[in-house]
DNA sequence: AATCTCACTTAGAATCATGAGG
DNA sequence: CCTCATGATTCTAAGTGAGATT
């Protein structure tokens, strides 16, 4: 370890308690909110905000290929004949044959959706043979697919590279667009390709054709001024539009549900950063009303008004389960999904007593995706008779809060904060709970391993609370069987490097000399490795059981404000040694940091977009602004990371021991909006 | 105040790339 | 060196919530 890196960590922190407090609101579009009494000071602001760019100049989509027809040899038959399709049928039948292996084409509304959309495409004659779906054989058609897909794994190097280059050709000339003077990455810069929608649960829409995106459907938005993209031979855009206060570059309406698809800036750019960090400060405010909100909903579970009761019970879930709003959805036009405010009496069941405990309601109901919500709480009790209540006389079909919906919650809730609305507390306990848990799992004196554990612990406490699930991998059972065995081989290994070691420590009394000494310390550092190579392993298997049906990916992305991970690392990580040989993940030389936390937020830290930059060149210091907690309450550090540039006058710099940067990258990697750099120790 | 429209965030699955281990 | 499991990235569905429209 390189003590004397951390010496200079000491300095930075230090020198953290005079920088002056920075309001909570400079610099943050979202937090002017504040501001709310003058009004036109706020409506101004409100409109300021809305402007998302001054200039933007793109390529407009790249379209998917057009459909290329089977070879000769591969066929279609039907009621065992083969049979020649037309080019339109033909393709329609590909997109189903390529999901033959695939669960969707088992579940009868996939089945009868596909045929219905696909007899459409048929000729006339087409039409007059093919009647049932049962009579129809993709087996050929699948065949070809799954041997295209094995001769592209089988590419030689030459070739793969080729490929490698030609995308990247792509990415550069359709990626990239030019925002206020910056070239910034596109997410999606590719049209949806044609295929069979693959809705979630039960979807009434599954099977159903989504058709083919042409430049006739897309809408372009850019500046007036800019190079106008050009639509592909022989096409017209359906509309070329210029409207700064949306961040969309083009659109176009699907054809499944009619609703809106758009190319959008990537996650590492300004504007997806900024509006990421806003969200994280929003949620940082809320811990300024929280307690108020609380003892205001306990009081408003005993209300006179039915409303307002169902409201607070409501919110009283939102906060304390992280439910989502559960806006209404239109029945039949997707699959019967609820959140809170849409539950109904079917998904909760009450328990005078279980499990030990008084008054515990039985959530169990389809969420978002159809991912099943299922818990049983113990609730405070005026909450359970206030649920006694609102179910009885009603239908299980009926709805639970009969007087609430998601507007009027929200609308509450402006009342209660500026800018708070019912996913804000996701956020919030999502990062409260991250935090809370970091502290109450990690000690200074504990192994790396076991502080890594312990990280994916704090991730994992968030990741159950949102439920974020994921189905359990085909390989599970064999790849943790393997895990095992690796574990039972280590442990051998250990028992006899002991042995050695005790051998040649005998050896080494009796015989006293430099040579004997040397061995000694050999077998000792051995036994050393070994053992530590035993603890990530079995690290590994128990991080492994415990996320067996846990996603972790989504919180971090989205819900885990990167600056509770920086300072956790900064107060306990930055011991870690240098990796070297790496531990189980961590053996990348990249550390991706948050662009969110590039955005100019601190004072003196005027950073512009991060793909300004050489991401190979670029070195990163870390700086901490404001000495407080992420939630505002106490000693720890909000660190910031901000870039090495010559003008950096403002930001403390922290230096950590070399090849820390990997810990932090590792721990930061999959946090939102990262972007993989180098990051070279000063 | 219900309903619709639009824009944007959040979600799990599918696919891809990479590096540890054979 | 090659293979294959794994984490990262891509894809696009499915949410939230503001504001317009009826």
């Known amino acids: 370890m390189r003590v004397v890196r951390l010496l200079r960590l000491r300095a930075a922190l230090t020198l953290l308690g005079e920088v002056p407090r920075r309001p909570a609101s400079r610099g943050v579009p979202g937090s002017r909110r504040t501001q709310k009494g003058s009004g036109t000071r706020w409506e101004e602001e409100k409109r300021e905000d809305r402007v998302k760019w001054r200039q933007l100049e793109h390529k407009g989509p790249y379209f998917a290929p057009p459909y290329e027809p089977l070879p000769n040899g591969v066929c279609f038959f039907y009621d065992g004949k083969p049979m020649r399709l037309s080019v339109k049928a033909e393709e329609v039948a590909t997109f189903y044959g390529r999901m033959l292996d695939h669960e969707y084409t088992t579940k009868e509304v996939f089945r009868k959706n596909f045929f219905n959309d696909w007899r459409k495409e048929m000729t006339a004659e087409e039409r007059e043979v093919i009647k049932s779906l049962d009579k129809c054989?993709?087996?050929?058609?699948?065949?070809?697919?799954?041997?295209?897909?094995?001769?592209?794994?089988?590419?030689?190097?030459?070739?793969?590279?080729?490929l490698k280059e030609e995308a990247e050709k792509l990415q550069q000339e359709f990626g990239y667009c030019i925002l206020d003077g910056h070239r910034e990455k596109i997410g999606n810069f590719k049209t949806e390709p044609p295929g069979l929608f693959r809705g979630r649960g039960d979807h009434p829409k599954m099977g159903m054709l989504k058709r083919r995106v042409m430049p006739e459907d897309v809408v372009i938005n850019c500046s007036r001024d800019s190079k106008i993209p050009k639509p592909p031979a022989g096409h017209q855009w359906k509309e070329v539009r210029s409207d700064n206060t949306v961040m969309w570059l083009a659109a176009w309406t699907e054809s499944i549900q009619n609703s809106i698809k758009y190319v959008m800036l990537n996650p590492c750019s300004k504007l997806k950063g900024e509006k990421a960090w806003q969200k994280f400060e929003t949620a940082r405010r809320l811990r300024g009303f929280v307690d108020e909100i609380r003892s205001q909903y306990r009081a408003d579970w005993k209300s006179q008004e039915m409303?307002?009761?169902?409201?607070?019970?409501?919110?009283?879930?939102?906060?304390?389960?992280?439910?989502?709003?559960?806006?209404?959805?239109?029945?039949?036009?997707?699959?019967?999904?609820?959140?809170?405010?849409?539950?109904?009496?079917?998904?909760?069941?009450?328990?005078?007593?279980?499990?030990?405990?008084?008054?515990?309601?039985?959530?169990?109901?389809?969420?978002?995706?159809?991912?099943?919500?299922?818990?049983?709480?113990?609730?405070?009790?005026?909450?359970?008779?206030?649920?006694q209540l609102f179910m009885k006389n009603k239908d299980p079909q009926d709805d639970l809060f009969d007087r609430l919906t998601t507007t009027s919650l929200n609308k509450h809730l402006h009342e209660l904060m500026d800018g708070l609305t019912a996913k804000v507390f996701r956020t919030y306990n999502a990062s409260v709970t991250l935090q809370e848990q970091l502290r109450a799992l990690t000690r200074a004196e504990d192994s790396i391993a076991a502080k890594i554990l312990s990280y994916n612990r704090a991730n994992r406490a968030v990741a159950i609370l949102c439920n974020h699930q994921r189905a359990t991998s085909s390989t599970?059972?064999?790849?943790?069987?393997?895990?095992?065995?690796?574990?039972?081989?280590?442990?051998?290994?250990?028992?006899?490097?002991?042995?050695?070691?005790?051998?040649?420590?005998?050896?080494?009394?009796?015989?006293?000399?430099?040579?004997?000494?040397?061995?000694?310390?050999?077998?000792?550092?051995?036994?050393?490795?070994?053992?530590?190579?035993?603890?990530?392993?079995?690290?590994?298997?128990?991080?492994?059981?415990?996320?067996?049906?846990?996603?972790?990916?989504?919180?971090?992305?989205?819900?885990?404000?990167?600056?509770?991970?920086?300072?956790?690392?900064?107060?306990?990580?930055?011991?870690?040694?240098?990796?070297?040989?790496?531990?189980?993940?961590?053996?990348?030389?990249?550390?991706?940091?948050?662009?969110?936390?590039?955005?100019?937020?601190?004072?003196?830290?005027?950073?512009?977009?991060?793909?300004?930059?050489?991401?190979?060149?670029?070195?990163?210091?870390?700086?901490?602004?404001?000495?407080?907690?992420?939630?505002?309450?106490?000693?720890?550090?909000?660190?910031?990371v901000a870039w090495d540039s010559a003008s950096s006058a403002g930001p403390v710099e922290l230096s950590l021991p070399t090849g820390s940067g990997r810990w932090l990258g590792a721990l930061l990697s999959g946090h939102l909006g990262h972007s993989r750099l180098s990051l070279t120790p000063r």
């Open 137 to 162: 054989d993709f087996t050929e058609i699948h065949r070809y697919f799954v041997d295209k897909a094995a001769a592209r794994r089988v590419l030689t190097r030459e070739e793969k590279q080729k």
């Open 476 to 640: 599970f059972e064999k790849s943790m069987q393997n895990l095992q065995t690796k574990i039972q081989v280590k442990k051998e290994q250990v028992a006899e490097a002991r042995a050695e070691l005790r051998k040649a420590r005998a050896e080494h009394k009796a015989q006293g000399d430099g040579k004997s000494g040397s061995v000694l310390e050999k077998k000792r550092r051995l036994l050393e490795k070994l053992q530590e190579q035993l603890a990530w392993l079995s690290v590994q298997a128990t991080d492994k059981e415990e996320n067996k049906q846990v996603a972790l990916s989504t919180s971090k992305l989205n819900y885990l404000d990167p600056r509770i991970s920086i300072a956790w690392y900064v107060c306990l990580g930055s011991q870690f040694p240098p990796v070297a040989s790496g531990g189980p993940g961590f053996s990348r030389g990249l550390c991706s940091v948050p662009a969110l936390l590039l955005s100019p937020v601190s004072s003196g830290v005027s950073a512009g977009p991060p793909c300004d930059r050489d991401p190979d060149a670029a070195s990163c210091v870390i700086s901490s602004p404001c000495p407080e907690r992420w939630d505002g309450q106490g000693e720890v550090g909000v660190l910031t």
């Open 307 to 387: 409303k307002t009761r169902q409201r607070a019970v409501a919110l009283y879930f939102i906060d304390k389960l992280a439910l989502r709003a559960g806006n209404e959805k239109e029945d039949g036009e997707a699959a019967d999904t609820v959140g809170c405010c849409s539950l109904r009496v079917e998904h909760v069941q009450l328990h005078p007593e279980a499990d030990g405990c008084q008054h515990v309601v039985e959530f169990d109901f389809p969420g978002k995706d159809s991912i099943r919500y299922y818990n049983r709480v113990p609730v405070e009790k005026p909450v359970y008779k206030n649920l």
